[in-house]
């Protein structure tokens, strides 16, 4: 079975600065994908970002990028520039084509110090 | 377009009483999966419908249930309330499984049962 692990509940970050949060996950497929999801006060998932296993190249979406080490099974999500509109849960998540479920992660929040 | 949209957005129950909770899908998706989160935790799979059939169950009893439609809406059925069942309730929409990106889930902002 698949596993996400992050294990970092809580991390602070001030305001135009950058924070990485950390995310492991556990897999026998050779073929998945990875995404980084926001969830503020709101409820509402977001995706924040998104990549294909057999991609060696990390993906970046403006101000958030991620550092895939697929022999580590290391998926973590650089956030560059800081804003306060930042602060919210994230979730790593984790599908395979094989029955296209995703399994999340328990979450981070991220706080945003002005 | 409006998205994914839920209903109700809060819902309290008594223990042992049955829920429906209901999703209609972002227009063009055919694939409705419902997930429940718990507080403080990942959301965890419940499972997933597409052209009216349950297509794939995650690791919850049979009290959990669900239904989709012929317009993709689709419901999820609780029976026998429990307390441990309150917890946020996410419905996410999607194409059916291409092997590409263009099949992203787009979630609904949820559900909140609280079971008393």
């Known amino acids: 079975a698949q596993t996400v692990t992050q294990s970092q509940p809580e991390m602070s970050v001030q305001e135009a600065e950058t924070v990485t949060l950390s995310c492991t996950y556990d897999?026998?497929?050779?073929?998945?994908?990875l995404f980084w999801y926001k969830q503020p006060p709101s409820r509402q998932m977001i995706l924040v970002i998104r990549?294909?296993?057999?991609?060696?190249q990390n993906a970046t979406e403006n101000r958030f990028s991620v550092n895939f080490q697929k022999a580590a099974k290391s998926f973590s999500l650089k956030i560059s520039d800081s804003q306060l509109g930042d602060a919210a849960m994230y979730f790593c998540?984790?599908?395979?084509?094989?029955?296209?479920?995703?399994?999340f992660g328990k979450g981070i929040t991220l706080s945003v110090r002005p | 377009d409006a998205g994914v949209t839920q209903s109700p957005t809060h819902l309290i129950k008594t223990r042992g009483q049955q829920v429906t909770l209901r999703c209609s899908p972002k227009?063009?998706?055919?694939?409705v999966s419902w997930y429940q989160q718990a507080l403080g935790q990942g959301p965890q799979f419940i499972f997933q419908y597409y052209e009216e059939e349950e297509r794939q169950r995650g690791n919850f009893p049979d009290r959990f249930s669900g239904h989709q439609f012929p317009n993709y809406s689709s419901e999820l059925n609780v029976n026998a309330l429990l307390l441990g069942d309150s917890a946020l309730y996410l419905c996410?929409?999607?194409?059916?499984?291409?092997?590409?990106?263009?099949?992203?889930?787009?979630f609904g902002q949820g559900t909140r049962l609280t079971v008393v």
């Open positions: 990549q294909e296993a057999y991609k060696q």
């Open positions: 897999t026998s497929e050779s073929d998945y994908y």
């Open positions: 996410a929409s999607s194409l059916p499984w291409t092997g590409d990106m263009n099949t992203e889930a787009f």
């Open positions: 227009s063009g998706h055919d694939t």
């Open positions: 998540a984790y599908l395979t084509g094989a029955n296209s479920k995703l399994t």
